[in-house]
């Protein structure tokens, strides 16, 4: 069965990865939609559901290697290697810096999926295809569950993602909820599970 943007829609408020309200974000902003993406990966079957319509979106491309950013990435990356029937590896950072650890490695000349759940700013997508580069090998193409970028352009490569989320963030003083009278809610500080 196809995944259809709207059945990912279910998935993702059923889930509740995406919410919908008055939200008090950490960074003291307000906004009307609150994201956690990595409630997805609870269920394994949402999980296997999604990261194959993510993969089929590639399976036209010759890929030797699917790696994600640690933690966002990992299960996604796995699960994509799967459908792929490739190597599935994660980057993590040590001291700051995107590594491979564990005796993970990269062929010079290898073909690399770059994966990750939610990509807004793309910045750790872009060290890990720096990291991938530096290895020799070549990024293929970047995927992402979620596209929260606003349209920009990230990569220099193909980026394709499975849903384009915008979420609207106000000003506290000139947030258009509070002016309608509601209060917002720091996210996780109620569950909001259904
Ligand atoms: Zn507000």
């Known amino acids: 069965m196809m995944l259809t943007k709207e059945r990912l829609n279910e998935i993702l408020e059923r889930t509740g990865v995406l919410q919908h309200g008055h939200f008090l974000l950490s960074s003291g902003k307000h906004s009307n939609k609150y994201m956690q993406c990595a409630k997805i990966f609870q269920h394994p079957e949402c999980s296997v559901e999604i990261s194959k319509a993510l993969a089929e979106k590639f399976e036209s491309y010759d890929i030797d290697i699917v790696i994600g950013p640690a933690i966002g990435g990992i299960i996604l990356a796995y699960e994509v290697g799967r459908h792929l029937e490739v190597k599935a590896i994660f980057a993590e950072r040590e001291n700051g810096k995107m590594l491979l650890r564990r005796g993970f490695e990269i062929a010079r000349g290898s073909k690399v999926l770059v994966v990750e759940d939610v990509i807004t700013t793309g910045a750790s997508v872009k060290e890990v295809i720096d990291l991938v580069r530096s290895k ?3 990024v293929i193409g970047v995927g992402s569950v979620v596209d929260r970028s606003g349209a920009r352009v990230l990569f220099d490569i193909p980026y394709k993602s499975l849903i384009r ?3 609207d963030i106000y000003d506290p003083t ?3 909820l509070c002016k ?3 209060i917002p809610y720091k996210p996780g500080s109620r569950d909001l599970n259904i």
């Open 136 to 138: 020799g090998a070549e």
């Open 180 to 182: 309608e009278g509601s």
């Open 165 to 167: 989320v915008e979420i």
């Open 174 to 176: 000139n947030c258009p």
